[in-house]
């Protein structure tokens, strides 16, 4: 049955399939000319008449720059509005100064062309606006300034030019004068600490009409043609120099393939396929979107397929970093061959086949695939932990196993002390200091996590692994076998289309290696959950991945996984089972 789809009443009220049946209209054909119009005709006007702006009019442009776009929304920009002679006749003085100190600095010629033009209107205009921006929020309250610290002052700049297109459209001119020392400027202001200006605007009604800039028309300077500050996908290779650190050798014989996200047409097609469901839109959260994502991948993406529960034994062991013997290992990798540990009971229960690879357990694992290690390998702080014809081989092993099947594929790894080849390894590939990676781990005590910070500063003053590493001389410099063989069952995984769903902090380090090889690869990740691990949430921060579930589960083997993976699952088949709606009528 198709029911009719539930319109808000509030917010928007059109539907993905209204959307996609005319994208542009959204369009306002009756005003697009005008707006053309005035961004061509916008003119830095520096002559003005000096009769009054109405209030009204004042006010309409004023309400143009507060209808600007902010960074999370934080309109820090305010506008000091000054009409009295004094502070005009002040702020005269300052800029004259600023433009005799910035003649000083150019040659003879140059300079003289500078004092020549009018710069300013500060005491012709009826009006100066000196836009001043906010910024005693702290970056981190608020949306967007965390990684871009200065986006306030870029809202600020958006606000002037609403500003200054309002005017041209209501015949106003408006110049903007930047011949200030701020500091000078914001005394006579009075302005507080932590609020900066961005200049001087003056606005009145024009004593000019300049077809052109007015620099362009003193011979200042042209109009750079637009195909000259259009770029395509990167920056000019030839201005760039090399990223990658060179000191050491990438492993021969292993061809990364080239990995396509999903086409934008199937990434649309999928959110508008949830969009005709019987219920809000996202209604699930971080489920939805995860789902989203997973969707645009293809029929049948979300369900169950294999996990792939690798395992090996570490030299680090020597370094009595782990609170347990070594034979654990292999005794967890012998009862999940017949289906008895707890990874391979999770991966049944959420109907996943176990496939169980040896790539290095001490005492090789009857039943199990053998994908082991043929040359030495090393405890990390004397050694490289994989040659690198070794980490060629296991990854090019794991790309066969990710690539067959069909359904999710969940990581999952055994290995007694790998919790301190993946601390050593993040804190390589992420450029973190050993305090930042090394948690108390499985049964560990204060002196045991004593004893691993030593060995991952060990192993990174050794290599001198940074995040501009290769990715695979980084997997033999501080990894081990599960890693590499993991690593390939990602990239394996992605190239055929299925969702890679991740563990805990051994499982999720292969996914950010492949994604460091092939960038697409982000696009397969699921973040099964956030472990204890302590660099574990860096990890997933730095692939942009928020977990499924957040249980501080320490077990390994691929229990977390699994348990995201039959989550994911359900809700495939929720959506498949849910009423679909028709569009409005």
Not at 43 to 48: A, E, G, Q
Not at 502 to 514: E, I, Y
Request: hydrophobic share 45%; proline share 8%.
């Amino acid at each position: 049955m198709t029911w009719q789809r539930p319109v808000p009443t509030i917010g928007d009220p059109t539907s993905a399939r209204e959307r996609a049946g005319d994208p542009a209209a959204w369009a306002l054909p009756q005003d697009a000319a005008g707006l053309y119009a005035v961004i061509d005709a916008r003119r830095d006007i520096r002559r003005f008449r000096p009769d009054p702006i109405p209030d009204e009019v004042l006010t309409r442009i004023l309400t143009a720059a507060h209808h600007a776009p902010s960074v999370g929304h934080s309109q820090p920009w305010r506008f000091i509005l000054v009409t009295e002679d004094a502070t005009r006749e002040r702020a005269e003085v300052m800029a004259d100064r600023c433009r005799l100190r910035q003649a000083a600095g150019m040659d003879p010629e140059s300079a003289r062309r500078l004092l020549d033009l009018q710069l300013d209107g500060l005491r012709e205009a009826p009006v100066g606006i000196v836009v001043a921006c906010d910024r005693r929020t702290p970056p981190g309250g608020v949306l967007g300034r965390a990684t871009f610290p200065d986006a306030d002052l870029w809202s600020c700049a958006t606000a002037i030019e609403n500003l200054w297109l309002a005017a041209r459209a209501e015949g106003l001119g408006l110049g903007w004068v930047t011949l200030f020392e701020p500091d000078e400027l914001a005394t006579m202001l009075h302005l507080p600490a932590g609020v900066e200006t961005l200049g001087w605007l003056c606005v009145g009604w024009p004593d000019e009409r300049p077809p052109e800039p007015g620099l362009q028309r003193a011979g200042w300077s042209r109009r750079a043609p637009l195909e000259s500050v259009v770029l395509h996908e990167r920056w000019p290779e030839e201005d760039l120099a090399s990223p990658t650190d060179h000191r050491h050798a990438a492993p021969r014989g292993l061809a990364v393939p080239r990995i396509h996200a999903p086409s934008q047409r199937h990434v649309v097609a999928a959110r508008d396929e949830a969009d005709e469901l019987l219920t809000p839109p996202q209604s699930l959260g971080v489920l939805d979107r995860v789902a989203d994502r997973v969707s645009a991948l293809g029929p049948g993406s979300t369900a169950p397929g294999t996990l792939v529960l690798v395992g090996a034994d570490h030299p680090v062991h020597v370094h009595h970093i782990s609170a347990y013997e070594q034979r654990v290992t292999g005794d967890i990798m012998a009862a999940a061959v017949i289906g008895e540990a707890m990874g391979a009971v999770a991966a049944r229960t959420a109907g996943l086949v176990p496939v169980v690879v040896d790539a290095g357990v001490l005492v090789p694992v009857e039943g199990a695939i053998a994908v082991r290690p043929a040359g030495r390998r090393g405890d990390l702080v004397t050694d490289d932990a994989l040659e690198p014809a070794d980490v060629a081989l296991l990854v090019d092993a794991g790309r066969a196993l990710g690539a067959a099947g069909s359904g999710t594929v969940a990581l999952g790894e055994v290995g007694v002390g790998n919790t301190t080849v993946a601390s050593a390894l993040a804190a390589g590939l992420l450029g973190l200091g050993p305090d930042e990676v090394v948690g108390l781990g499985a049964g560990s005590d204060a002196a045991m996590v004593d004893r691993k910070r030593a060995v991952v500063a060990g192993a990174l003053a050794r290599t001198g692994v940074t995040p501009r590493t290769d990715p695979l001389v980084a997997l033999g410099c501080l990894g081990g076998p599960e890693f590499a063989v993991l690593t390939g069952v990602v990239l394996g995984a992605a190239q055929a289309g299925r969702a890679v769903i991740l563990d805990g902090l051994a499982a999720t380090l292969p996914g950010l290696v492949a994604v460091r090889l092939e960038p697409a690869v982000s696009q397969y990740l699921v973040a099964g959950q956030r472990s204890r691990e302590q660099a574990h949430a860096a990890v997933l921060a730095e692939l942009g991945l928020e977990p499924l579930l957040d249980l501080r589960i320490r077990s390994g083997e691929g229990v977390g996984a699994c348990l995201a993976a039959g989550l994911l699952a359900s809700v495939g088949t929720i959506r498949a089972r849910t009423g679909r709606t028709a569009a409005r009528p």
